[in-house]
């Protein structure tokens, strides 16, 4: 049995996108980061860095990092659905990957905090432009790789597309302009409309 240990309003709900894409069985562990228990030993056992999400499964895996657990589900379960065949295919879904976690994740994350999370009085604005002066030639960059494609690797959804659309969905968050980017837009729309990730929204939180 997979387990998943996480909570609905943490990046755990990207490892349920990719546990539903793939039917997997699974379960899932809530960790209460309000309350501190992924300080306390039960939960630092399973992934010492004290953070969520975390997997294990009874083959004797344990890891923690939300975008290298996407990457273990695809190429354990996924091959020829999330996970290609093809090695060229294979090494831009790790590129795409890659590029999700070290290009876009912090700046997104770091608008996130200060435009959802923070009162509006402890907003430092600096910290938003910087950040969003941080991604927007990311998401340029990335709108043009989507021109005339349905997805990012190949002709179908892959974990790449799962990767990269479950940070670039938090824009949606903090009211960014998609207008200028087209084919970005009509790609998030499509991959988050999945049902597999339509499923883990509609969870309770
Ligand atoms: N790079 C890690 C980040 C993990 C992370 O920061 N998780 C947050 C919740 S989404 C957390 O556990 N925060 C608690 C803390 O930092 O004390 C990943 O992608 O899994």
Redesign the pocket.
């Known amino acids: 049995m997979i387990t998943l240990y996480?909570?609905m309003?943490?990046?755990?709900t990207r490892n349920l996108w990719a546990l539903e894409e793939l039917g997997l069985p699974y379960e899932m562990k809530k960790?209460n980061?309000a309350d501190g228990s992924?300080?306390k030993p039960e939960f630092t056992a399973v992934n010492p860095?004290?953070?969520?999400?975390a997997l294990t499964d009874d083959g004797g895996v344990s890891m923690?990092?939300?975008?290298?657990?996407n990457l273990y589900l695809a190429q354990r379960y996924g091959v020829g659905k999330l996970w290609p065949t093809d090695p060229a295919q294979q090494a831009a879904c790790l590129q795409w990957s890659m590029w999700a976690?070290t290009e876009v994740?912090m700046p997104i994350v770091a608008v996130v905090v200060e435009k959802v999370f923070k009162p509006a009085d402890k907003r430092d604005d600096t910290v938003i432009a910087r950040n969003i002066e941080r991604f927007t030639p990311e998401v340029a960059y990335i709108d043009r790789m989507l021109a005339g494609k349905d997805y990012l690797v190949g002709n179908s959804f892959t974990i790449a597309d799962l990767n990269a659309a479950c940070i670039l969905n938090s824009l949606t968050r903090v009211g960014f302009d998609f207008a200028p980017y087209p084919n970005l837009a009509r790609w998030l729309k499509a991959c988050t409309s999945r049902p597999a990730n339509q499923k883990v929204q509609a969870m309770p939180r």
Not at 9 to 12: C, P
Not at 49 to 53: D, F, R, S
């Open positions: 996480g909570s309003t943490s990046r755990a960790v980061l992924h300080k860095a004290a953070k969520i999400p923690s990092e939300s975008f290298a657990i976690a994740e």
